[in-house]
């Protein structure tokens, strides 16, 4: 199972670099939590910290990049300020939550108020923000426990927040894998060096069961299109994380099946296979394009987007925008279908309920509202005219725009069919 936990300890690249080394841990992205306003930037960050009077050479070296227009905005007032933060996502498999907060204890200096070191501000404060109660129950547990022992060795109370997530806001470009792409780049070790002597659960990797189902299985190209995924017989976080993310949640029409590399038979496949995930998309046994590593859904989709679409003007409304003719022959098809759902012609998501269809004789197919949860709206203003766009949410494709001139005092889905599949309920 794939969790997530969010911690603060001081400067974020240095806590980001240590939880991407774990075995287990997915994936650890820099960013803001803990703060009451939305849209944090790093530059409001600093300007809402609460100690602006003590040195700090993080917060100077990182301004240097900074243009001479751009400059540190006001302390803004009323207002509980972000800290740096790492959204951790891990694999339970490997990892248990008990290893990663003991190793976050362990990270830093808990009774440090308000920075770490030379770090001051309470963009620099110490935080779990866990995700659900289990993650909570061993935040307060193992806080105690840890407090006993930096008791015993002189140290004073931990002050370290301690609360559910909010929200997660991800930080700029610049501040992911940081140190990664910056080797000498600034990392204090503000460690008190206290430590536990039971760490909890790690593992190097998962037992030989590891996708063992996929071990004797052999296969062979289906006729017309297909989508294979080469899976790994040893642990692979991003195949993991490709599965969660994107296969987990795709109901598309073009199946989909994983396997190991050697035991594909009867394919024609240019991509090297040595990387996992690598996703090949085939028809009738011949590769049309592959991908090395991990897609994420915005990646995937587009790239199915051109393997199932082509150069059609489905793929034209779906990713650039486009517009269907009014009546045109989708239209004609789905404007008197029986009863049942219209669904995202990528993922197969449920979109559109035939219970909500009408007839606005626009030319487009016209909806009062779309399935709960299935699409994002979007301001639009091309065009000189101030609309609401549809996205799907599975795939980001556009749909078509939403209206307030619905029957009734309704709201009117505007949507494009060509990017429509359609699925009639059994009974009908």
Not at 89 to 99: A, G, H, I
Not at 104 to 118: A, C, S
Not at 339 to 358: C, E, I, Y
Not at 411 to 428: E, G, P, Q, Y
């Amino acid at each position: 199972m794939l969790l997530e936990i969010v911690f603060a300890a001081g400067c974020f690249w240095g806590v980001e670099k240590n939880f991407e080394q774990i075995p287990g841990v997915v994936d650890v992205v820099s960013g803001y939590a803990g703060g009451n306003y939305d849209n944090p930037t790093y530059h409001q960050v600093i300007a809402n910290k609460g100690d602006n009077s003590a040195f700090d050479f993080l917060s100077l070296l990182k301004k240097i990049s900074w243009s001479d227009e751009d400059e540190v905005p006001e302390k803004s007032t009323n207002i509980v300020n972000h800290t740096e933060a790492v959204k951790v996502t891990y694999d339970t498999k490997l990892v248990s939550t008990e290893f990663l907060i003991k190793n976050f204890w362990e990270l830093h200096d808990p009774t440090q108020t308000n920075g770490q070191g030379n770090d001051r501000g309470n963009n620099y404060r110490s935080a779990i923000y866990w995700t659900n109660d289990e993650q909570k129950q061993i935040a307060l547990k193992t806080k105690d426990e840890y407090q006993q022992l930096l008791k015993d060795k002189g140290f004073g109370e931990i002050v370290t927040e301690l609360k559910p997530l909010d929200k997660f806001w991800q930080a700029e470009d610049y501040h992911q894998n940081y140190l990664a792409n910056n080797p000498n780049g600034y990392c204090p070790n503000h460690k008190t060096g206290v430590s536990f002597i039971d760490k909890g659960i790690i593992q190097e990797k998962l037992s030989g069961t590891y996708n063992e189902h996929l071990k004797n299985l052999i296969l062979s190209p289906l006729t017309g299109k297909e989508i294979i995924v080469i899976e790994s017989d040893a642990y692979c976080p991003y195949c993991i994380a490709f599965k969660q993310k994107v296969l987990d949640h795709y109901k598309g029409s073009i199946p989909v099946r994983s396997v190991f590399a050697h035991n594909l038979k009867g394919y024609t496949i240019k991509t090297p296979t040595f990387a996992t995930p690598t996703i090949l998309f085939i028809e009738d046994g011949i590769e049309k394009a592959g991908f090395q590593g991990y897609l994420s859904p915005k990646e995937f989709y587009k790239a199915l987007g051109k393997f199932k679409l082509g150069n059609s003007k489905a793929f034209d409304i779906a990713f650039n925008e486009g517009t269907e003719g009014r009546f045109c022959k989708q239209y004609d098809i789905f404007k008197n279908t029986p009863d049942g759902v219209f669904t995202d012609k990528l993922s197969g998501a449920p979109l559109f309920n035939t219970d909500n269809r009408f007839n606005s004789k626009s030319g487009w197919l016209s909806f009062t509202k779309a399935i709960d949860g299935s699409t994002l709206e979007k301001p639009d203003n091309r065009f000189g005219m101030n609309r609401t766009e549809i996205l799907s949410k599975s795939t980001g494709i556009h749909l078509g725009h939403v209206f307030e001139d619905g029957p009734d005092g309704t709201r009117r889905f505007c949507i494009n069919a060509t990017v429509l599949d359609f699925i009639a309920d059994k009974k009908s």
